[in-house]
């Protein structure tokens, strides 16, 4: 991938990991959040990576290893995927959208779209497809729309990629509670175009008639609206269910895919191992923790010695934080499943505790969808 012209745009900062090779911002992250939202900016997501899944049996294909069922996508629509490892644990995430010839599939990045395709075209064997990277070739651009309207005119040959993430998708499941869910109101639009195109519309924020936002705005409307990520939220031992996934991106009625087991088991017999928060951060330090930072319980004895400190126990981690131009400091996190709702949080970051107060997206008692009849112990007379 060449270099975007974004980058050359007056004011642009370059971001850092996982988002090399766009803008983090212009000069201002909290103005550039307000117009995102407002449906006013766009966001080059121009590190993005892009693979196609051409050829006749490429829907029935792509649907016997998803999470989603893709084997009647129809042209346009939208949707979400994920392939999982044989244990269930995320291994790739995909924003997928046909146009009746070929598969787009959106991934995080150049190494994530190089590791996607090699995966896919091993899996090929004698089936009528071909897969490509096609990242060199196509970038992505991102808006949150007001109604139907994005704040620029798709390019000639572009696809619009509609996020799901708002409403519980058919055949999915969701712990978060619908009601209050900050995701409600949550709408993003990836626009897939044709690599050169993003000169014109990096001319048009130069030229004032689109105006321009970085990564770290949209990451702070991302976090706000509970929405995971690949390249932040998941590590090697992710399963879906831990991060509400299955609400935009995994099918309960499905038929076999490498990871159904664990998905069924979880859902109907289990509890997530481990689950996403959202934390209210203490501001009053002007600390923003990053990923990774260690997340620590604080209990107090029901009884405490004269001098006694607290207990403090580290249950989870940072995996995203932005600064929220009306919520201030937030973050998501995973923690283990056993923290309770009410347990008093801190961070770790940069030698200094942060205060955290906790949200809670997958609930501290998300557990089974079926209950288990108990059977009668042998030998209980009644």
């Known amino acids: 991938m060449t ?47 892009v693979v196609t899944v ?12 998803a999470s989603r069922a893709l084997d009647r996508l129809a042209p346009g629509e939208s949707v979400e995927a994920l392939f999982l490892d044989a244990s269930g644990h995320v291994e790739h995430a995909v924003h997928a959208l ?20 090699g995966w896919l075209d091993r899996m090929r064997f004698m089936l009528r497809v071909e ?6 070739a196509h970038a992505v651009v991102a808006a949150v729309p007001r109604g139907d309207d994005l704040p620029f005119e798709l390019p000639e040959g572009a696809l619009a990629w509609d996020d799901p993430w ?20 949550w709408r993003l639009v990836e626009a897939i175009v044709p690599r050169p195109a993003l000169a014109g519309l990096a001319a048009q ?72 928060v959202m934390l209210h951060l203490d501001g009053s330090d002007t600390i923003l923790p990053v990923p990774g930072d260690v ?22 981690a940072i995996t995203s934080a932005a600064m929220h131009h009306e919520l201030g400091p937030i973050a998501l996190a995973v923690v283990k499943r056993a923290v309770p709702a009410e347990l008093e949080l801190i961070v770790e970051s940069h030698g200094t505790d ?18 288990v009849p108990r059977l009668p112990r042998l030998g209980i007379r009644h």
């Open 3 to 49: 270099g975007s012209p974004f980058l050359t745009l007056p004011g642009a900062v370059p971001a850092e990991a996982p988002d090399e090779g766009v803008a983090a911002h212009y000069g201002n992250p909290l103005v550039e959040q307000r117009r995102l939202e407002q449906g006013r900016a766009i966001v080059d997501l121009s590190h993005r990576g």
């Open 54 to 65: 051409s050829g006749p049996d490429r829907l029935s294909w792509l649907n016997s290893m």
């Open 98 to 117: 046909d146009d009746g010839e070929r598969t787009w599939l959106v991934v995080e990045g150049g190494d994530a779209a190089r590791a996607l395709a």
């Open 131 to 136: 897969v490509a990277d096609a990242s060199d």
């Open 166 to 185: 708002r409403r519980v998708i058919a055949d999915g499941y969701a712990y978060a509670p619908e009601s209050g869910h900050a995701g409600a109101t």
């Open 205 to 276: 924020v130069r030229a004032g008639t689109l105006q321009a936002a970085g990564v770290l705005a949209l990451e702070a409307l991302r976090i706000a609206a509970w929405r995971p990520r690949f390249a932040t939220e998941v590590d090697e031992r992710t399963l879906p269910h831990e991060l509400d996934w299955l609400r935009s991106a995994v099918d309960l009625n499905k038929g076999c895919y490498r990871g159904q087991e664990t998905v069924a088991k979880v859902v109907n017999l289990g509890r997530p191992p481990r689950r996403l």
């Open 295 to 316: 997340v620590i319980g604080v209990k107090q004895r029901p009884e405490p010695a004269p001098g006694e400190d607290p207990e403090r126990r580290a249950v989870g």
């Open 354 to 371: 942060v205060a955290a107060s906790q949200v809670e997206i997958v609930p501290a008692g998300a557990g089974p969808a079926v209950e």
